[in-house]
């Protein structure tokens, strides 16, 4: 047995360990392996034979690769991918262990990670993707990673380590910015919006001033890329290049969902090239839910309850666009762990006068997000910085209920929901 | 409030507000807004935009923070209108300018390589560019009483032995994380680098802000009774937060 077999029997140890204690088996094996073998995730992912793709950005990650792994796997590839909401080192390799064969090498064809901007640049050093899925700059927890132009500069890293195909946000001028320092050996593909589409969703460059010192056109859209043409209801027309697809009927809501959803088509046809079944493509896309806390509704009591995550100034403004506008009773849930950002002046950057009425607002900076009402003429109901209190009173009201929630609030409401209300648990 | 009424007017200069607000400092010019409203006078916000000429009528200043990028287009329009906005300082204007452009408010900002971007001078300070961010929850003790605030800033600042400063820091790094001083104040003008935003959960200086602009312009300021108890809440759990 060599040393890398031996660490991955260790580390299935402490998993299972870990997970009879009551652990979700996440944090605990991962970190006994990294001080083992900082290498470790190498060596596992090193042979894969369509190698290991990553998908970073801002906004969407979680529910975009949950598109791209299933459309891979309609088209027949074994996919390993990294387990929701533990895009860090320690939680890529304890997703690892599960997908493994005793050698310790992941039992997979393709590997898509979704990465966080910080770490990715971390990951691309030790493993160079073959091909990496660019969503978005936008400001996410500044306290965390510095400034906007900094999220860039980490972006252009995992760009430029990336061998063999990169598909850059055509709409982001960050992002697209990004074609300009990427060898000629790489293709590049873009995704993004029609024309008319571009309208409808507010720039975070434009909010922030990011200036760049000379901004990159847009590109002329070619066949590879793949551009969001129109959206009817829950229906979009998706063009390759400039042709139109049949009109597909999509379970995720959302313009900015959609708009991602153009990425992780561009992302596997250039992974499947020549091997792409396009019939299959689109139906697979049409199968994909939203992951938990983007938009979809669980019914509690008959009645739907939609819990929207927002991490960000542009992704509370695209949720309030998004869904704001259809009547429900509203509560807003604002954490400042680690997870979400300690800096509450995100807050400011968002404008709430559409909403009339915030029934409930929580969460440990309940009294920072009233505040910010406050000024925005919001008439507010309750607040409580007691989650458990304050969902159980927003849950009396009849009718559709929506929650704006920060991350670590909407773990929180999650475990709250699963374990006081019988609905199961509840799909990541 | 009875809209309808003639208020008496004043003039608020946003200082680039595509270029520098970056951390919400835009929730300051809310702030002011709708203060100064409920106290019975209403805001007209100016922009001023880089290579415009500077707005006429101006009883209060605001300016923010910025991405590196957007500190590099507005440093060369600071110097010019920098004349017009000490004679408004010494006109007992007020101003509030937060993080780059407090810094640039004082006499240059020394980058990690050495060069310096020049400042209007109006503090005697001087910054220089570290490779450490001092990021965190802030408390200060001012003149405005305890300030609470948050800082995400790079720079270094330090104080002139006869510059003033506006706080003293009770908890997080300030002006450079050795010397307990937060931001610098020349008369009315005050420089921080908390924002948070900065005027909301603080609404005594907020309010200080607005009788100071009121005062300048009518000789006068008659101040409403505000409801601010989700500041003070919202504040008290502030305080109590992790760094």
Same mark, same amino acid.
């Given at each position: 047995?060599?040393?890398?077999?031996?660490?991955?029997?260790?580390?299935?140890?402490?998993?299972? !360990?870990?997970?009879?204690?009551?652990?979700?088996?996440?944090?605990?094996?991962?970190?006994?392996?990294?001080?083992?073998? %900082?290498?470790?995730?190498?060596?596992?992912?090193?042979?894969?034979?369509?190698?290991?793709?990553?998908?970073?950005?801002?906004?969407?990650?979680?529910?975009?690769? /949950?598109?791209?792994?299933?459309?891979?796997?309609?088209?027949?590839?074994?996919?390993?991918?990294?387990?929701?909401?533990?895009?860090?080192?320690?939680?890529?390799?304890?997703?690892?262990?599960?997908?493994?064969?005793?050698?310790?090498?992941?039992?997979?064809?393709?590997? !898509?990670?979704?990465?966080?901007?910080?770490?990715?640049?971390?990951?691309?050093?030790?493993?160079?993707?073959?091909? @990496?899925?660019?969503?978005?700059?936008?400001?996410? #927890?500044?306290?965390?990673?510095?400034?906007?132009?900094?999220?860039? /500069?980490?972006?252009?890293?995992?760009?430029?380590?990336?061998?063999?195909?990169?598909?850059?946000?055509?709409?982001?001028?960050?992002?697209?910015?990004?074609?300009?320092?990427?060898?000629?050996?790489?293709?590049?593909?873009?995704?993004?919006?029609?024309?008319?589409?571009?309208?409808?969703?507010?720039?975070? #460059?434009?909010?922030?001033?990011?200036? #760049?010192?000379?901004?990159?056109?847009?590109? #002329?859209?070619?066949?590879?890329?793949?551009?969001?043409?129109?959206?009817?209801?829950?229906?979009?027309?998706? $063009?390759?290049?400039?042709?139109?697809? %049949?009109?597909?009927?999509?379970?995720?809501?959302?313009?900015?969902?959609?708009?991602?959803? $153009?990425?992780?088509?561009?992302?596997?046809?250039?992974?499947?090239?020549?091997?792409?079944?396009?019939?299959?493509?689109?139906? &697979?896309?049409?199968?994909?839910?939203?992951?938990?806390?983007?938009?979809?509704?669980?019914?509690?009591?008959?009645?739907?309850?939609?819990?929207?995550?927002?991490?960000?100034?542009?992704?509370?403004?695209?949720?309030?666009?998004?869904?704001?506008?259809?009547?429900?009773?509203?509560? !807003?849930?604002?954490?400042?762990?680690?997870?979400?950002?300690?800096?509450?002046?995100?807050?400011?950057?968002?404008?709430? &006068?559409?909403?009339?009425?915030?029934?409930?607002? &929580?969460?440990?900076?309940?009294?920072?997000?009233?505040?910010?009402?406050?000024?925005?003429?919001?008439?507010?109901?309750?607040?409580?910085?007691?989650?458990?209190?304050?969902?159980?009173?927003?849950?009396?009201?009849?009718? %559709? /209920?929506?929650?704006? @929630?920060?991350?670590?609030?909407?773990?929180?409401?999650?475990?709250?929901?699963? /374990?006081?209300?019988?609905?199961?648990?509840?799909?990541? | 409030?009875?809209?309808?009424?003639?208020?008496?007017?004043?003039?608020?200069?946003?200082?680039?507000?595509?270029?520098?607000?970056?951390?919400?400092?835009?929730?300051?010019?809310?702030?002011?807004?709708?203060?100064?409203?409920?106290?019975?006078?209403?805001?007209?916000?100016?922009?001023?935009?880089?290579?415009?000429?500077?707005?006429?009528?101006?009883?209060?200043?605001?300016g923010g923070g910025g991405q590196d990028s957007g500190q590099t287009v507005i440093q060369d329009d600071l110097l010019l209108i920098g004349p017009c906005i000490k004679k408004l300082a010494d006109q007992k204007v007020p101003m509030l300018v937060i993080c780059g452009l407090y810094q640039l408010f004082g006499h240059f900002f020394e980058t990690a390589s050495g060069e310096r971007i020049k400042g209007i001078g109006l503090f005697d300070i001087e910054t220089y560019a570290s490779d450490k961010r001092l990021i965190g929850n802030v408390v200060t003790e001012t003149p405005f009483g305890e300030m609470v605030g948050y800082e995400n800033h790079s720079g270094l600042t330090i104080l002139s032995d006869d510059q003033r400063t506006l706080g003293r820091i009770t908890k997080g790094a300030g002006n450079n994380g050795t010397d307990k001083t937060e931001g610098a104040i020349y008369k009315y003008v005050y420089g921080s680098y908390l924002h948070g935003s900065l005027l909301p959960k603080n609404p005594t200086f907020a309010d200080a802000l607005i009788e100071a602009a009121a005062m300048q312009r009518y000789d006068k300021f008659d101040a409403q009774i505000i409801d601010d108890a989700f500041a003070d809440k919202a504040r008290a759990i502030a305080i109590k937060r992790p760094r």
């Amino acid at each position: 047995m060599n040393r890398h077999q031996a660490i991955t029997r260790i580390g299935k140890a402490a998993r299972k !360990i870990s997970r009879l204690r009551g652990g979700s088996g996440s944090a605990l094996p991962g970190l006994i392996i990294e001080k083992l073998d %900082p290498n470790y995730l190498v060596t596992a992912l090193d042979s894969l034979p369509h190698g290991v793709v990553v998908i970073t950005g801002t906004n969407g990650k979680t529910t975009t690769t /949950k598109m791209v792994v299933h459309m891979l796997r309609d088209q027949g590839l074994k996919v390993f991918t990294n387990q929701t909401g533990s895009n860090f080192v320690r939680g890529v390799i304890a997703s690892s262990l599960t997908q493994m064969d005793s050698d310790g090498i992941v039992d997979a064809d393709i590997a !898509i990670l979704e990465l966080d901007e910080a770490y990715a640049t971390h990951f691309v050093k030790k493993i160079p993707p073959k091909y @990496c899925l660019l969503l978005n700059v936008m400001r996410d #927890q500044l306290d965390r990673f510095g400034e906007i132009d900094h999220t860039a /500069k980490l972006l252009e890293k995992v760009a430029v380590a990336t061998t063999d195909g990169v598909v850059l946000n055509r709409d982001d001028q960050l992002v697209r910015a990004l074609s300009e320092k990427i060898s000629k050996q790489t293709h590049v593909r873009y995704f993004g919006l029609s024309e008319k589409l571009r309208k409808k969703f507010p720039s975070d #460059q434009e909010m922030y001033g990011t200036h #760049q010192p000379h901004t990159v056109s847009l590109p #002329q859209i070619r066949s590879s890329d793949v551009i969001l043409d129109s959206i009817k209801g829950s229906s979009a027309i998706f $063009a390759f290049g400039t042709k139109p697809q %049949p009109s597909t009927k999509l379970k995720l809501t959302g313009l900015y969902n959609m708009q991602n959803a $153009a990425g992780a088509l561009s992302l596997v046809r250039m992974i499947m090239d020549k091997d792409l079944s396009t019939e299959t493509l689109l139906q &697979s896309l049409s199968e994909v839910k939203p992951a938990f806390g983007r938009g979809e509704a669980i019914e509690i009591d008959g009645q739907p309850l939609e819990i929207i995550l927002v991490k960000n100034p542009a992704g509370f403004r695209l949720a309030l666009s998004s869904y704001g506008s259809k009547p429900a009773t509203t509560m !807003i849930a604002i954490n400042d762990n680690y997870a979400d950002g300690r800096d509450m002046s995100w807050l400011w950057d968002v404008d709430f &006068s559409m909403l009339d009425k915030v029934a409930v607002v &929580s969460g440990i900076r309940a009294y920072d997000m009233t505040l910010r009402l406050q000024y925005d003429d919001i008439e507010i109901g309750l607040v409580s910085t007691n989650l458990a209190s304050a969902l159980r009173s927003l849950l009396q009201d009849d009718g %559709p /209920k929506r929650i704006y @929630c920060t991350y670590t609030a909407m773990m929180q409401l999650r475990t709250i929901l699963e /374990k006081s209300y019988d609905i199961g648990a509840i799909d990541a | 409030m009875k809209k309808s009424q003639n208020l008496k007017k004043l003039h608020l200069t946003h200082l680039y507000p595509e270029q520098m607000n970056v951390y919400g400092d835009w929730g300051n010019v809310l702030t002011l807004k709708k203060r100064a409203l409920w106290h019975g006078y209403e805001v007209e916000v100016h922009a001023h935009h880089p290579g415009k000429k500077f707005p006429e009528k101006t009883d209060l200043i605001i300016g923010g923070g910025g991405q590196d990028s957007g500190q590099t287009v507005i440093q060369d329009d600071l110097l010019l209108i920098g004349p017009c906005i000490k004679k408004l300082a010494d006109q007992k204007v007020p101003m509030l300018v937060i993080c780059g452009l407090y810094q640039l408010f004082g006499h240059f900002f020394e980058t990690a390589s050495g060069e310096r971007i020049k400042g209007i001078g109006l503090f005697d300070i001087e910054t220089y560019a570290s490779d450490k961010r001092l990021i965190g929850n802030v408390v200060t003790e001012t003149p405005f009483g305890e300030m609470v605030g948050y800082e995400n800033h790079s720079g270094l600042t330090i104080l002139s032995d006869d510059q003033r400063t506006l706080g003293r820091i009770t908890k997080g790094a300030g002006n450079n994380g050795t010397d307990k001083t937060e931001g610098a104040i020349y008369k009315y003008v005050y420089g921080s680098y908390l924002h948070g935003s900065l005027l909301p959960k603080n609404p005594t200086f907020a309010d200080a802000l607005i009788e100071a602009a009121a005062m300048q312009r009518y000789d006068k300021f008659d101040a409403q009774i505000i409801d601010d108890a989700f500041a003070d809440k919202a504040r008290a759990i502030a305080i109590k937060r992790p760094r």
